[in-house]
T-cell receptor, first 118, second 110 residues
Framework: DGGITQSPKYLFRKEGQNVTLSCEQNLNHDAMYWYRQDPGQGLRLIYYSQIVNDFQKGDIAEGYSVSREKKESFPLTVTSAQKNPTAFYLC?????????????????FGPGTRLTVT | KNEVEQSPQNLTAQEGEFITINCSYSVGISALHWLQQHPGGGIVSLFMLSSGKKKHGRLIATINIQEKHSSLHITASHPRDSAVYICAVIVRGSNYKLTFGKGTLLTVNP
C-alpha cells in the first residue's frame, strides 16, 4: 500500500534534548512538507522540500532543521532552541511542480507524531 | 486577519441533518483543499478544487472563485462524520504551499 508513515505516534523528551521525527513516503512524490499543529490554531508550515537535496524554510522554521537526502525520507529535528516544542507534527507529500497540472497541488498527510517535551 | 477564515468554529447537529461549513479567503489561489481530521489526529484529503463543484458520496464541495468562498456540505449526516474539517488554500505564486483555516469542529449526535 502506498502512503506516508510517521514514527513514533507519541514521543516524550526532556527539555534541552534534540529529537528527530521520522517521515517516510512510498508514493514517489517529489515534494514533502512538515507542519505543526497547536490547539486552536491552523496548521503552520515548518519546512518544505520540492526535490531531493533541497529544502526551504516555512513560516515557523526557527528551532527546527531538516534534511532531504533521499526522495522517500524527510526527517525533522526539533532542536533545544525551539522554545515551545510540545505540539502535534504532521508530515505531508505531493507530486509537486515536476509533474505539472492540478494534481500537483494535492497533499497527502501522514498520521502525525505527538511530541511532548517536559 | 487570517487569510483563510472558516465558519462556524463549532457545529453540533442531529443525525440526518444537512450540514454546511463555510470557508472564505482573501488572496488569489491556485486551488483549495477540504481536509478531515479525526480525534486520532491523522488528516485525510476530502476534496481539492479550483472551480465549480465536486461530489463524493454524501459530501459536496463548491467554490466560487469570484467571491473567494467555498462550502463543504454533508447530506444525511451521521455520527461517524464527527471530526474537524479544515479548509486550506494554495496561494497563487506560493510554490504549492498550503495556508490553513483553523478548522470547524463538527459533532453529530445520534
Amino acid at each position: 500500500d502506498g502512503g506516508i508513515t510517521q514514527s513514533p505516534k507519541y514521543l516524550f523528551r526532556k527539555e534541552g534534548q534534540n529529537v528527530t521525527l521520522s517521515c517516510e513516503q512510498n508514493l514517489n512524490h517529489d515534494a514533502m512538507y512538515w507542519y505543526r499543529q497547536d490547539p486552536g490554531q491552523g496548521l503552520r508550515l515548518i519546512y518544505y522540500s520540492q526535490i531531493v537535496n533541497d529544502f526551504q524554510k516555512g513560516d515557523i522554521a526557527e528551532g527546527y532543521s531538516v534534511s532531504r537526502e533521499k526522495k522517500e525520507s524527510f526527517p525533522l529535528t526539533v532542536t533545544s532552541a525551539q522554545k515551545n516544542p510540545t505540539a502535534f507534527y504532521l508530515c505531508a507529500s505531493s507530486t509537486g511542480m515536476t509533474s505539472g497540472g492540478q494534481n500537483s497541488y494535492e497533499q497527502y498527510f501522514g498520521p502525525g507524531t505527538r511530541l511532548t517535551v517536559t | 486577519k487570517n487569510e483563510v477564515e472558516q465558519s462556524p468554529q463549532n457545529l453540533t447537529a442531529q443525525e440526518g441533518e444537512f450540514i454546511t461549513i463555510n470557508c472564505s479567503y482573501s488572496v488569489g489561489i491556485s486551488a483549495l483543499h477540504w481536509l478531515q481530521q479525526h480525534p486520532g489526529g491523522g488528516i485525510v484529503s476530502l476534496f481539492m478544487l479550483s472551480s465549480g463543484k465536486k461530489k463524493h458520496g454524501r459530501l459536496i464541495a463548491t467554490i466560487n472563485i469570484q467571491e473567494k468562498h467555498s462550502s463543504l456540505h454533508i447530506t444525511a449526516s451521521h455520527p461517524r462524520d464527527s471530526a474537524v474539517y479544515i479548509c486550506a488554500v494554495i496561494v497563487r505564486g506560493s510554490n504549492y504551499k498550503l495556508t490553513f483555516g483553523k478548522g470547524t469542529l463538527l459533532t453529530v449526535n445520534p
